[in-house]
């Protein structure tokens, strides 16, 4: 890791008055995050976005001291920053017009592989809520073990969800809305700690960030953004559950809900969702798996098929193929980019031409798979 870098790339995170879509506007501007320390006042002044305020901020450079201090607890606490230009920041939370400039992780989860759902609801789940968050992660984990369950360590449906996840042996994410030096609430710790084992705990603050009302609704756009789809299990008419669903329907994430008795207060959320066509009605995991075309979980087989049963195989399309083999569930088209290190506008155009060879099946949401 280059520390150097680090230090003003989590600098440039700390000038007031510069939020996400600043940021990256000044870097693009100046063409690094170094550049944007080391020009003068008055150049940066002129800059659109910026004006003296700003520009003053930046020529004092106090942030840095408080960057040297942010490197040095990442540094002692094994915590992995991700800047958003970097090949293994989360490409699903890239496409997000306020993504973070920087998260920050701690724990062992690729944030790039595998199905991402989030699970959210009201902080006074029922029983009702429970039974169905713990029943839809209990036949994930069951039917689609590259299944990530996606959620805020707040009370109700959210503890509910990662611990069911944990129990049935499903990565979990923790999106919180402070700093990593501190678990919030408290109580939930020995939760977090088994997060850590097979999961990952993430936030956009440093530490020393404070657990503020504001920072989680920052926070739930997050949990939107790594997400291929957002479930609401319980919420009342208002409140964060539905904060994350509006935020995935401005992402254009598929957005689902269960629905409740009618009258019922801590289902008037779900209800309004479903009415208002913003959510799709599920019952069950496999109701969301139908709507996001992902197939049951089938161990791979043994028997390599040949490639020669392929006509005109490039060796680009056999690097697709061999991919696509260990995904038999079928991959996302950004995923295939990365994977491979080529352009999206190149595998795109690899993949339609494969298409018309009877090679790989599209599916929704720009998921390709083999066809065997």
Same mark, same amino acid.
């Given at each position: @890791? ?65 960057? $040297? ?28 017009? $306020?993504?973070? =400039? ?23 789940? &029922? $029983? ?15 039917? @689609? ?54 999961? @990952?705990? =993430? ?100 028997? =390599?098929?040949? &490639?020669?049963?392929?006509? $005109? ?60």
């Amino acid at each position: @890791m280059n520390y150097e870098n680090l230090r003003y790339r989590i600098g440039i995170t700390l000038i007031k008055g510069i939020g996400n879509n600043l940021a990256k506007n000044l870097i693009a501007y100046l063409g690094s995050e170094e550049a944007v320390f080391r020009e003068k006042r008055q150049n940066l002044a002129k800059i659109p976005g910026i004006g003296e305020v700003i520009s003053q901020e930046i020529v004092n450079q106090n942030v840095l001291k408080r960057a $040297d201090e942010e490197i040095d607890f990442i540094i002692k606490n094994k915590i992995t920053p991700y800047y958003y230009t970097e090949r293994n920041y989360p490409f699903r939370l890239r496409e997000c017009p $306020d993504a973070p =400039v920087l998260i920050y992780t701690k724990g062992n989860c690729n944030l790039n592989d595998g199905k991402f759902i989030a699970i959210v609801g009201t902080r006074n789940a &029922t $029983d009702y809520g429970k039974d169905n968050c713990r029943k839809i992660i209990q036949d994930l984990a069951l039917n @689609m073990p590259n299944a990530i369950i996606v959620s805020g360590l707040a009370y109700g449906i959210d503890i509910c969800a990662h611990k069911a996840a944990v129990e049935n042996q499903l990565p979990t994410i923790g999106v919180v809305g402070h700093g990593l030096d501190r678990i919030y609430p408290a109580m939930h710790r020995p939760t977090a700690v088994k997060i850590l084992e097979n999961g @990952m705990l =993430v936030t956009e603050y440093l530490s020393k960030t404070n657990p503020d009302r504001q920072n989680f609704v920052q926070r739930n756009r997050i949990i939107a953004g790594l997400c291929d789809a957002v479930i609401v299990i319980e919420s009342a008419a208002r409140g964060g559950a539905l904060i994350t669903a509006e935020a995935a329907n401005d992402y254009s994430r598929d957005v689902f809900a269960f629905p409740g008795r009618t009258g019922d207060e801590w289902s008037a959320g779900c209800n309004a969702l479903i009415k208002a066509n913003k959510a799709a009605l599920i019952e069950s995991a496999e109701d969301l798996m139908n709507y996001m075309s992902w197939e049951k979980h089938e161990k791979q087989k043994t028997d =390599v098929i040949q &490639t020669s049963l392929f006509v $005109d195989l490039s060796d680009e399309e056999q690097d697709i193929v061999t991919l696509l083999r260990q995904h038999p569930e079928g991959l996302q088209l950004n995923e295939i980019s990365i994977k491979l290190e080529k352009t999206v506008s190149k595998i795109s155009s690899l993949l339609l031409e494969m298409e018309f060879k009877a090679m790989v099946k599209p599916l929704p949401g720009n998921i390709y798979k083999i066809i065997k």
